[in-house]
């Protein structure tokens, strides 16, 4: 459809039902209006899967791996593929924009999010970036690039204020958004935060560059709940206000714009773009079919394309013949994180756990030797089906009712889950209840919780474990309708019976519908713990350990105060590694953590929050099936105290990004300390020589470096060349150096191959905050090639003024 078309079917609209158009119908959908034939388009959230419209668990998922671990494979093409799955579910599951990806910056490891988030290197990010949204919208399906600008912490990330320079507004934040608009993005969401002064979504940044100078020609979508005025933010250049219905807009807006509060043109530019967006995802007409994606190959690919290895002292790759026991040690290892917490989460379709994988791939004869270890300092988790039953049918899972206020039943079903996000709401609905029955074990001291607000009750055989009123400390839509605290207690057991366990809260105004049942019997002694994990250790081959963050350490909606590992999974390490030097700890976080034994284990296998086929992947890396193909997107602190940024935690209101272009690398490169990894470290699982490079330029002034390397391993791999630039001589602030570009190349042994990677005009350039445009500083530059940002192996240099296209 042509923008006349588009435009002729806006003039059959009157002010009323355009305005209607531009907040949303629901949580998750927009508005049809059936006059100029406009269908209604569907939103799903989407960094690691595409959920749907319904938190349901029984509406399963394909579970990517998370967008750290997509950055670490450093490999464009896989992640378009891997875009293009997220929109095959996203048309299996009738939703037209998937709400990803995630652009900001892992500005400090402690932000609660920096698993959803791609790099702590603005071209990373904005290469992977760029290469899932291509992924996405060739399917037709829109890919929402988030959350603009600077929303890189979650302390009180509803209403901080960022105070960040022009200059490393323009270089290092706006950056991944600017290659995501050239990428062609159709939908960009404003943020919750504000910056310098104004909240996102009636910010000036909105109109420029974005739309402006840019030439953005898509929506521009609130974050949920993120619209607090009507004409301010009507004037701005936000387009559409989530969710719906209800909200600032639709009655209010209807009058400022009657009253001229907001002028007629800047709604009509907002349907005309909403129309556009329809247009594309087939809401004005044919969607696209969707086609079974056979997606688990593809999944289990990336796991190990984006597992790094961060040390290996010849443990790795596992020879299967060699082996006749193997100890996997961890409860990670068979409940695995998977995905991060939060408004993202979805519910896989499968779970391929680390035990499942080693013993998948291990031959007949030889011996797996799972031991937990410690129980983790996390609280209890929602029960599950595995580890209960309903009382009204006996089938594994919960049962779940809706009561009126006189107790009389409105509603019941069978779940598999305690842990219930969207309970249906009958009319008269007044009370939530979970009830399920659970074995005792060896009984003692459990641990149970009630999740949600208001007034809230759990009973365990009748006898009150929990009572009382719990109002929200928060409006922050993900605590209340994805992560609502719990309210605990403890009750002694007797050890070989059944108990019932049953969780009630009341539903009021402002609290959402969130309900969780959650269970835990009595921790085992540590020290046992760690007694039956070095036993299990010495009868092994080798002892793969895995440990990890909690959902409590690691989530949407909180900082992290340190990066040290929960409970005593230090000490498991260890006394595995005493008990067997042939250990390899497979690290399950999606965000750095301090490994104060680094130089300990064999080896050491970074494998994020992995997805669905998690442990297949895995496997496949321990036993050389595949070659760990990542590379660290982010630089790993030996301590927390060590890191150069780490504030997350506004004053009076105000986070204040003092490092202005120093983040990640470029911050270690400045105080001149060494981390325990440097940003783009990652080992194979064969050698390479760096030779030469040089620089090739054409009449465009497009530059090149040529790097020549070679195998000199035994087996065929894969090489990530990184090209960084520094000008010692600037006589502007710079970074030390900063990632340029990068490339990659497969050799057999001994082959050498000579690998381009292409250097833009944007990596030599600064933002002139005088002229308000990108300058080239004329001088001698350094190119400097490298394994990672720490470690320039190779240089050469090109006169900047070579490069100035002016």
């Not at 996405?136 to 690039?145: E, L, N």
């Not at 009973?459 to 009382?468: F, K, L, M, Q, S």
């Not at 990652?682 to 497009?702: M, S």
Request: proline share 7%; charged share 25%.
């Amino acid at each position: 459809m042509t923008e006349e078309e588009r435009a002729r079917l806006a003039d059959k609209l009157d002010l009323r039902q355009k305005i209607r158009l531009l907040t949303g119908a629901t949580t998750w959908r927009t508005h049809a209006e059936p006059v100029i034939g406009l269908a209604a388009m569907a939103t799903s959230d989407g960094p690691a899967g595409v959920r749907g419209e319904a938190w349901d668990e029984r509406d399963t998922s394909l579970l990517l791996p998370s967008a750290s671990a997509l950055a670490a494979t450093w490999d464009e093409p896989l992640v378009e593929r891997l875009g293009a799955l997220l929109a095959t579910e996203a048309r299996r599951k009738g939703v037209d924009m998937v709400l990803a990806p995630t652009l900001n910056l892992h500005r400090t490891p402690l932000g609660g999010r920096h698993f959803e988030c791609f790099s702590e290197d603005p071209r990373l990010t904005a290469r992977t970036g760029a290469a899932l949204i291509r992924g996405i919208q060739k399917q037709g399906v829109a890919a929402t690039a988030k959350h603009y600008v600077a929303n890189d912490s979650e302390t009180d990330r509803l209403t901080v204020d960022v105070r960040v320079g022009e200059r490393a507004l323009r270089e290092v934040y706006l950056a991944p958004f600017e290659a995501a608009v050239e990428a062609g993005v159709w939908a960009v969401m404003a943020g919750y935060n504000g910056v310098n002064g104004a909240t996102m979504t009636e910010s000036p940044l909105l109109a420029e560059p974005l739309k402006g100078e840019w030439g953005f020609d898509g929506v521009v979508v609130s974050d949920w709940g993120a619209v607090r005025s009507t004409a301010a933010s009507a004037r701005a250049a936000l387009d559409l206000a989530m969710p719906g219905p209800g909200g600032p807009w639709e009655e209010a807006l209807l009058d400022a714009v009657q009253d001229g509060s907001v002028p007629v043109e800047a709604v009509d530019d907002k349907v005309r773009r909403l129309l556009r967006l329809a247009d594309r995802v087939g809401a004005l007409g044919e969607r696209a079919t969707h086609k079974p994606s056979g997606g688990r190959a593809l999944l289990r690919q990336a796991v190990a394309a984006g597992s790094v290895l961060l040390r290996n002292n010849g443990v790795l790759p596992l020879n299967r013949e060699e082996l006749g026991a193997v100890a996997v040690i961890g409860a990670h290892a068979a409940q695995p994180r998977t995905q991060g917490g939060g408004s993202a989460g979805v519910f896989p379709e499968r779970l391929i756990t680390l035990v499942d994988g080693i013993r998948d791939a291990l031959p007949a004869g030889v011996r797996l030797l799972h031991v937990p270890g410690p129980a983790l300092d996390a609280p209890p988790q929602p029960l599950e089906a595995a580890g209960c039953r309903d009382p009204r049918t006996g089938a594994p899972g919960v049962l779940l009712r809706v009561l009126d206020a006189d107790g009389r039943e409105l509603h019941a079903e069978h779940r598999t889950s305690a842990r219930q996000l969207e309970p249906p709401l009958p009319q008269g609905a007044h009370t939530v209840e979970i009830s399920a029955v659970l074995p005792t074990g060896d009984g003692g001291e459990w641990c149970f919780g009630v999740g949600g607000f208001g007034r809230m009750t759990l009973t365990v055989d009748d006898r009150a474990v929990v009572e009382g009123e719990f109002p929200p400390l928060t409006g922050d839509p993900a605590v209340v309708h994805v992560n609502p605290p719990c309210q605990y207690g403890r009750t002694t057991l007797p050890a070989g019976q059944e108990v019932l366990a049953v969780a009630r809260r009341e539903l009021a105004p402002g609290t959402g519908r969130a309900t969780l049942l959650t269970a835990a019997p009595p921790a085992p002694d540590p020290d046992a713990a760690l007694a039956a994990a070095a036993h299990a250790a010495r009868e092994a081959d080798v002892a793969v350990v895995v440990v990890g963050t909690t959902e409590t350490s690691e989530s949407e909606g909180h900082d992290r105060t340190t990066l040290a590992l929960p409970g005593r999974q230090d000490d498991l390490v260890r006394v595995v590694r005493a008990a067997n030097p042939r250990t390899v700890v497979v690290l399950n976080t999606g965000s750095p953590v301090e490994l104060p034994w680094r130089e300990e284990p064999g080896a050491i296998l970074l494998a994020w929050f992995p997805g669905q086929e998690g442990g297949a992947g895995v496997a496949d890396v321990l036993f050389g099936d595949a070659e760990p193909g990542g590379r660290l997107p982010t630089t790993w602190a030996a301590t927390s105290e060590d890191l150069p940024v780490s504030a997350t935690r506004p004053d009076r209101g105000v986070l204040a990004y003092t490092e202005g272009l120093h983040i990640g690398y470029r911050a270690w490169l400045r105080t001149g300390r060494r981390p325990a990894y440097w940003f783009g470290h990652g080992l194979g699982y064969t050698t390479w020589a760096y030779e030469e490079v040089t620089l090739h330029g054409d009449a465009d002034r497009r530059l090149a470096a040529h790097v020549r390397i070679r195998n000199t391993g035994r087996r065929r791999g894969r090489e990530v060349v990184q090209v960084y630039l520094s000008l010692p001589a600037s006589r502007v602030e710079r970074p030390h150096r900063w990632l340029a570009g990068y490339a990659s190349a497969e050799a057999d042994p001994g082959e050498t191959v000579t690998v381009p990677v292409r250097l833009p005009v944007r990596a030599f350039q600064h933002w002139c905050e005088e002229s308000g445009a990108w300058r080239v500083e004329p001088g001698e530059w350094q190119v400097l090639v490298g394994r990672s940002a720490g470690e320039p192996v190779l240089r050469a240099t090109v006169d900047g003024r070579l490069l100035d296209p002016a």
